[in-house]
């Protein structure tokens, strides 16, 4: 398993931009699949994107199709998500998430798919 700890929430106008990192301490960073989750009080968690170990497979949720980008260093063993044209709707807690393989994106899309979660970071977007 890998630990992963996320940064770069905060507070920020509807429109605006933020650009999430998670970085991820533990072995084999580049033989994981990676994902972007997210929970509002007193709703589910839910998908935002996901990104295969090679990075050559993307997958988002359509909430946030256009505006969102899922991107990994495999150097730095960090994983990030560029969020632009912020909605309110988009504030909640946002969570990066890890699991060996698969092959593509698309099949890690639920939180049973991934293993090991970090700890959260709040993401505040105001009208």
């Given at each position: 398993q890998v630990?992963?700890?996320?940064?770069?929430g905060?507070?920020v106008?509807a429109?605006?931009s933020?650009?999430?990192s998670?970085a991820?301490?533990?072995?084999?960073?580049?033989?994981?699949?990676l994902?972007w989750?997210r929970?509002?009080?007193g709703?589910e968690?839910?998908f935002?994107?996901a990104?295969?170990?090679?990075?050559?497979?993307?997958?988002?949720?359509?909430s946030?199709?256009?505006?969102?980008?899922i991107?990994?260093?495999?150097?730095?063993?960090t994983?990030?998500?560029?969020?632009?044209?912020?909605?309110?709707e988009d504030t909640?807690?946002?969570?990066c998430?890890?699991?060996?393989g698969p092959?593509?994106?698309?099949a890690l899309s639920?939180p049973?798919?991934f293993?090991?979660?970090?700890q959260g970071?709040?993401?505040?977007?105001?009208s």
């Amino acid at each position: 398993q890998v630990q992963l700890v996320e940064s770069g929430g905060g507070l920020v106008q509807a429109g605006g931009s933020l650009r999430l990192s998670c970085a991820a301490s533990g072995r084999a960073f580049s033989s994981y699949g990676l994902g972007w989750f997210r929970q509002a009080p007193g709703k589910e968690r839910e998908f935002v994107a996901a990104i295969s170990w090679s990075g050559g497979s993307t997958h988002y949720a359509d909430s946030v199709k256009g505006r969102f980008t899922i991107s990994r260093d495999n150097a730095k063993s960090t994983v990030y998500l560029q969020m632009s044209s912020l909605k309110p709707e988009d504030t909640a807690v946002y969570y990066c998430a890890a699991e060996r393989g698969p092959a593509t994106a698309q099949a890690l899309s639920v939180p049973g798919d991934f293993g090991s979660w970090g700890q959260g970071t709040q993401v505040t977007v105001s009208s």
